[in-house]
């Protein structure tokens, strides 16, 4: 079993930065893809970022690129998003999820543990 708890969410000013961490148990956490995707309300659940288990490969949606950062440490069962030059728009709960592959994916049927999520409020 797998447990991921995400921290880090908050308020914050259009422009500012936060970065979110999601804290992982069980020994097999570095042999998989990590994601982090949010839902906002009203809207479908969306992929943010991901990386490969390796820390080879990365991916980001296009609407992040350039300002959010993803690492992962696999000595401390951790991944991490540094969210900088933040919108309203990125206003959203953000989840940590581990993919069933090594590989990075973006559809959230490829993740088959879930944190329960990190408020993220962006004000103008």
């Known amino acids: 079993q797998v447990q991921l708890v995400e921290s880090g969410g908050g308020l914050v000013q259009a422009g500012g930065s936060l970065r979110l961490s999601c804290a992982a148990s069980?020994?097999?956490?570095?042999?998989?893809?990590m994601a982090w995707f949010r839902q906002a309300p009203g809207k479908d659940r969306e992929f943010v970022a991901g990386l490969s288990w390796s820390v080879g490969t990365t991916s980001y949606a296009d609407s992040v690129k350039g300002r959010f950062t993803i690492s992962r440490d696999n000595a401390k069962n951790t991944v991490s998003l540094q969210m900088n030059g933040l919108k309203p728009e990125d206003t959203a709960v953000y989840f940590c999820?581990?993919?069933?592959?090594?590989?990075?994916?973006?559809?959230?049927?490829?993740?088959?543990?879930w944190g329960q999520g990190t408020q993220v409020t962006v004000s103008s």
């Open positions: 069980g020994r097999t956490f570095s042999y998989y893809g």
């Open positions: 999820a581990r993919s069933i592959y090594t590989r990075v994916t973006t559809a959230s049927a490829d993740y088959d543990y």
